[in-house]
């Protein structure tokens, strides 16, 4: 009796091996997939900029898109980032949009994070002890918090 139960977890540490193996060759093939699937994504920047504006929830435009692929998952380049539209429109200028495929395996992870280049942030404290920062892209609206505008990007 001891030895056909022996049998039986052998055979559910062997089968479970196997489809652990099976799972991460299927994973990397995706991912390899994915990669070759980089350029076509810098030919339909029209595409990005509808799912962008979907997820975001405003109308994101750009100029240009460079596609490379790091260890988190594809990372875009955007030149001449514009977010939002008429009074809330925010200019930004050039970002990188993580991707990351990893966001559904780790809790509170985002889809996507947003790291806008060439920021010069400066924090001011008034007389009263209230902090304030300067040097975040201003919307035409006055009043207007430019992180409410990005709050989509992740």
Not at 141 to 151: K, N
Request: glycine share 12%; hydrophobic share 45%; aromatic share 8%.
């Amino acid at each position: 009796m001891a030895s056909a139960a022996r049998r039986w977890w052998r055979r559910c540490r062997r089968i479970g091996g196997y489809g652990v193996l099976v799972a991460l060759i299927v994973l990397a093939l995706l991912v390899a997939i994915a990669n070759q699937f980089l350029p076509a994504v810098e030919k339909h920047p029209e595409e990005v900029a509808r799912w962008l504006s979907e997820r975001v929830g405003q109308p994101v435009r750009f100029s240009g898109i460079d596609a490379r692929w790091t260890r988190q998952g594809p990372r875009f380049a955007l030149d001449g980032l514009v977010v939002g539209e008429g009074d809330r429109q925010l200019a930004i200028g050039r970002a990188d949009l993580q991707v990351s495929v990893y966001s559904g395996l780790f809790p509170g992870m985002p889809l996507t994070e947003l790291s806008v280049d060439g920021l010069s942030l400066t924090l001011h404290q008034d007389a009263d002890g209230r902090w304030r920062m300067s040097g975040l892209p201003q919307p035409a609206q006055v009043g207007v918090d430019p992180f409410d505008v990005l709050s989509g990007f992740g």
